[in-house]
């Protein structure tokens, strides 16, 4: 939400007096000045949003332990028990190079449909 915030206090106030200047009403000034200038921060939300969502672990260790029959795992706690539990840490650091690739791929996905560039 900060981050939102400080998206809409940097468009600049001159981009809204020439919307008024050139007649458009608000739904225009939030459809062509607001929102094409707040796609940066929207992507770097959505980027962290999914970094946050690849990397779950406490919520599953504590409630139920990588649940019935591995039903509740994740990739970052089945590294965790290949490490810690069952001391495989080959697997595990094979397991870290792919949570790292998935990561970067999903980032590359994010800039590649959202940074596009919206000026034409």
């Known amino acids: ?19 008024d200047i050139d007649g458009a009403n608000w739904w225009q000034k939030i459809t062509k000045v607001t929102i094409p200038n707040l796609m940066p921060f929207v992507l770097i939300v959505s980027i ?3 970094i946050a969502a690849m990397k779950v672990f406490e919520e599953i260790y504590i409630m ?3 649940g019935p ?7 970052v706690f089945y590294i965790y028990t290949e490490a810690f539990d069952r001391l495989n840490m080959g697997y595990a650091s094979a397991a870290g190079v792919i949570l790292f690739l998935l990561t970067l791929i999903l980032s590359a996905i994010n800039i590649k449909t959202m940074g596009k560039d919206n000026t034409a």
């Open 64 to 66: 139920t332990g990588g």
């Open 1 to 19: 939400m900060i981050i939102y915030l400080a998206g809409l206090q940097s468009i600049p106030t001159d981009l809204y007096e020439a919307a």
């Open 48 to 50: 962290m949003s999914s």
């Open 69 to 75: 029959l591995h039903s509740s795992e994740t990739l």
